[in-house]
């Protein structure tokens, strides 16, 4: 079986049955989970809480939604100018997280969550709509299969289920890790094509303190379980940096292993970023101060900031300033500091750890 098969079985038996086995101890906000039916809290797996990035407006992607909690609990921090969407490819998690639609559409006073079938590497690709075709176009040979090919592409390109530059959040909860290596590189390059300008990222996933070895990558059950596929916890940020994210950091870091398997500790964080804002805005650039309190900082490319000394920067570096959780953290030279950019912080009371990084007067 492959990788995407072993997941499929696993949390199709889980959508019918709760697996304890899956389940990394989370504090979700209690106030959130009282609305939710309790067949979706008894049937969810995560290992965090990204809901607690929602802001009010926003419109919300959640990677691999499962039976829909994070994205119901989600819905209620949005509000009604606000959106989520739930992306998954099993049909026993979306029947479950659809099938408590309406309900959920009438406690929140409007329906503010949808579900579509879709693998998380493949944003563009509407699979519900895949299936439609190939039953009325049945692939039997090498010219159906160009033809398959061919209409995919195009519902890319005409239809994608995920449009580009379209939500303002992208959460996900323990679900990265399942995703094989191969298609990784794809899986944060569609995050980043569907985020708006300055949107953020928020994933709470699995890492480990060491590579995971081949022999464990090899085990369908340890790789369903979250544990065989983990990110470095070095090479996780790394990933994210190289897609084009900046602002990146844990915000969240379980201080004991969720497990330990031969000798590798396997935790639980939520990682946090953004996408740089528009450089338009800033096309020629300007000057920054940094505040302190460190002697100097360096960003991600390069650029190094020596506390209380001006230094010119160019459009996209001011712009990703400006956006930034760090915006707090500058004296933009003739400019107004950024009311509301990709700021990484947690509602508000939400009890996450690293509130310690969100600037005086924040950028939220």
């Known amino acids: 079986m492959t990788v995407k098969e072993n997941v499929l079985e696993r949390y199709s038996a889980g959508a019918r049955a709760r697996e304890e086995s899956l389940c990394c101890p989370v504090d979700y906000d209690r106030d959130l989970l009282k609305m939710l039916p309790a067949e979706i809290i008894e049937r969810d797996y995560g290992c965090g809480d990204p809901s607690r990035y929602v802001q009010p407006g926003d419109r919300v992607l959640d990677l691999g939604?499962?039976?829909?909690?994070?994205?119901?609990?989600?819905?209620?921090?949005?509000?009604?100018?606000?959106?989520?969407?739930?992306v998954d490819m099993n049909d026993d998690m979306l029947d479950l997280a659809r099938r408590h639609q309406a309900t959920m559409a009438e406690?929140?006073?409007g329906e503010r969550v949808d579900f579509r079938k879709g693998y998380i590497q493949d944003l563009a690709l509407d699979l519900a709509a895949a299936e439609a075709w190939l039953a009325e176009n049945p692939v039997n040979d090498i010219a159906g299969m160009r033809a398959y090919q061919s209409w995919c592409d195009a519902q890319r390109r005409e239809r994608?289920?995920?449009g580009d530059a379209s939500v303002d959040l992208v959460i996900s909860n323990c679900v990265l890790n399942l995703v094989e290596e191969a298609d990784r590189h794809q899986l944060l390059a569609e995050v980043f094509r569907v985020l708006r300008p300055?949107?953020?990222?928020?994933?709470?996933?699995?890492?480990a303190n060491r590579s995971v070895p081949a022999e464990l990558r090899r085990d369908p059950e340890l790789w369903t379980g979250c544990i065989s596929g983990a990110f470095h916890e070095s090479a996780f940020l790394q990933a994210f940096a190289d897609a084009g994210f900046v602002g990146l950091a844990y915000d969240k870091w379980q201080e004991e292993p969720w497990q330990v398997v031969e000798g590798i500790e396997f935790r639980s964080v939520t990682l946090t970023g953004c996408k740089p804002a528009s450089v338009a805005a800033h096309p020629a650039g300007g000057e920054v101060i940094y505040r302190g309190p460190f002697h100097s900082v360096n960003d991600d490319d390069g650029n190094v900031f020596r506390r209380g000394e001006r230094v010119e920067v160019g459009g996209a570096t001011l712009a990703a300033l400006r956006s930034g959780p760090w915006a707090g953290d500058f004296v933009f030279i003739g400019a107004e500091s950024a009311s509301r950019g990709c700021c990484p912080a947690p509602t508000p009371g939400a009890g996450v750890e690293r509130t310690d990084r969100v600037p005086a007067g924040g950028c939220c």
Not at 66 to 86: E, F, P, R, T, W
Not at 198 to 207: F, H, L, P, Q, Y
């Open 65 to 86: 939604s499962g039976g829909g909690k994070i994205c119901y609990m989600a819905a209620q921090l949005v509000g009604s100018d606000g959106h989520v969407i739930g």
């Open 107 to 109: 406690r929140l006073g």
């Open 160 to 162: 994608p289920l995920v």
């Open 198 to 207: 300055g949107g953020r990222v928020a994933i709470s996933d699995i890492v």
